[in-house]
């Protein structure tokens, strides 16, 4: 958690040479320009292609062709067709609230990425003349949509791919190859600011707004905090998206809208959080299963894993030589009789037992959530 603190730190002293540097005529690093403004500006080139571009085509497999409408021709705009209707999302970051538009071709049979998984995904970059900068030719590729990886994607990724789900894998081909089916398939509309900004890359140049034609294959779910709970799992109210509010650059003043996720309220979100429920115990202790109930206990199967699942899951068919049955899910502090009933208070001494239920209950408050458990020494 004090990475971040480093991270900046260490932005500040690179300003600081920067800043020295000018005095002996370097050459001056040009300032960015204010967000703001450049979005007012990438707004207006944006919804004015959107009026002047049409949809030519879209074919079975989702691979869709834009062009310009001609001089005197009928063809209905991106903007007012009706056959994918235009969709927006509203996004902050560095104190803007960008509107981001996008088309939804198809939007997918499997599950929806979060703003910090792994997914893997075709693409093609175009900028808003055309011009196409980059394409992986419908072949998918892996990337990592958090803000924070080594090799991260542009912002306007994480917003968006986690409004489209997955596809449905096919029995792997004789050579291994897998396709895919029915996946998120769309075209997002992106200002600089949730693209590369001030600073171009080979074929594009600074402060372009990009479009971006993707199709959404498959993903993987990550753990950034290492603490046995999936980022998706700590994604409290479920929107699909988490944020670190610890990036003041990015997010100066959220709006009330944007939810940090932080069970302690801390500052550090969960994701990140090693001790969500700020009780002094890890996650990573207090989701840990006691090992007298990994495996098989008094006839019952208990799983085999080290740690709860999140819910219980059963037997995975295709893995006919592992029995991944899981009854237990994180469960909630315990509800059963206390160990001692002549004495009714519970207490680190006289602690109530677990019941089935506790393992299982819908809704129920999982312990590494809960300050109150495990019970506090007195
Ligand atoms: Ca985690
Ligand atoms: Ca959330
Ligand atoms: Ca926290
Ligand atoms: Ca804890």
Known sequence: MNKFKYYFILLLAGIAIVSCSKDHDDPETVPLRDYKEQYKADNDSIVKYLNTHYIKEVTAN???????????????????????????????????????????????????????????????????????????????????????????????????????????????????????????????????????????????????????????????????????????????????????????????????????????????PDYVDTDDDGDGYSTYYEITKPTEHIGWVNGVFNGASTYYPWDPVIDNPSTPNTDETEPRGIPRRPTGPLKNPADPTESIDNPKSFLPADYTAAGRKRIHLDNTYPYQKK
């Open 62 to 268: 989702f691979d869709i062709t834009i062009e310009k409408i001609p001089a005197g021709g009928t063809q209905t705009s991106i903007m007012n067709q009706t056959v994918y209707p235009l969709q927006s999302r509203d996004v902050y970051n560095h104190d803007v609230t960008y509107k981001v538009y996008y088309l939804s071709l198809n939007k997918g049979s499997g599950e929806a990425p979060l703003n910090s998984d792994r997914i893997f995904a075709s693409y093609t970059g175009s900028l808003l003349n055309g011009t196409v900068f980059d394409s992986s030719y419908g072949v998918g590729r892996s990337f990592e949509l958090y803000l924070y990886a080594a090799q991260s994607v542009i912002d306007g990724w994480g917003e968006i791919f986690p409004q489209f789900k997955t596809g449905t894998p096919s029995a792997p081909a004789a050579d291994g190859t897998i396709t895919y089916s029915d996946f998120g398939a769309g075209v997002m509309f992106l200002p600089s600011g949730l693209g590369y900004y001030g600073s171009g890359q080979d074929a594009i140049p600074a402060y372009s707004p990009l479009v971006f034609s993707f199709k959404l294959f498959s993903l993987q779910r990550l753990d950034h905090d290492f603490d046995g709970v999936f980022d998706y799992q700590e994604d409290l109210n479920g929107d699909g998206y988490i944020y670190d509010f610890r990036d003041t650059a990015r997010y100066p003043t959220p709006p009330a809208t944007m939810v940090a996720d932080d069970t302690d309220k801390d500052g550090v």
